[in-house]
């Protein structure tokens, strides 16, 4: 006799004899009979296990997938966070982030760029999405005053997730990065002696000439931005530095970017700002009068009248032609 499993399948013919011969032979039929039962026991018991098993299993799957959801609906990638108390400024559409006031003309939202320099410099956090007044930019970017007036507004706890600290992390390699020798770009990077120093203008004389080139045909470049080249020309007229040391000074690429950047700013110049402040058409006759003569000139020169224009013209740097017999030139 050949033993088979229960899941092999056999004819009615081979069913039947089988039946029969159990019939002929009563006691090998009880002990086939036990073994059978013993066999369908133990194949019972299985399923049950097998069954419970597959719930268990089941049961782990679905917790996996809603801890895995619940985690990536709340915090993304990663779970790790740190509270920390932070400066504050006020965050509202109403009160202004920089001074504090009630903004009743049109608000602008502070940049991202503005945000990290301020948080770098001061340790002051400006809540994303915060708004100030429209006189604090200049550009789209926070002017000096503006930088100088942020003040925290509360201490409050902030939570960081591991993602946000990276990204601050990333923000401030960049911002890094791009530090500069002399970096006239960044209001907070030189004080206001530093820049008296290396050009002999203030800052607010030097953004006044800045101004003028802004609405020249100069454009920002990969190697120096309008400032940059603005500067570049008066540490040229200040120190009489050669264009290899400015070069290194203000990390150009060789003399010649220096050269150029020279050249591109002295033509602007020469196009917007001397002629609104050299020469006989700069300035009218009345208001050489009313701006430019004083009372004391005006008794000495022309009795007292009111309708006199003085003009005192120096003649030192004048060129003139002169004979080479006059041994004191």
Sequence with gaps: MQSISSETRVCDACRSAYYKWKRQNPDFGDLLSRIEEEELAEADDNVDM????????DIIDVAKAAITSDTNSTFGITQETITLPMNCTTSSHKTCCICSANMEGNSRTVSAEDRDLIFLKKDILIPEGARCCSQHLDDDRLTKNAIDKVAPF?????????SDVQLLISRWQILFEQQKRFDFDNPLSLSDDEYQILTSLTKVQFEDLASYLFDSNIRNSSNRSIRTALAILSCKLRLGLSLNILAVLFQLPDKKAVSRSLKTVRTALMTRFVPSNLGFNHITRQEIIDQHTSTMARRLMCDAESNTAIVVIDGTYLYIQVTKKISFF
Aim: glycine share 0%.
């Design 50 to 57: 097998n069954q419970n098993n597959s719930m268990d299993s």
């Design 154 to 162: 509360s201490i409050q706890s902030k939570r960081f997730s591991s």
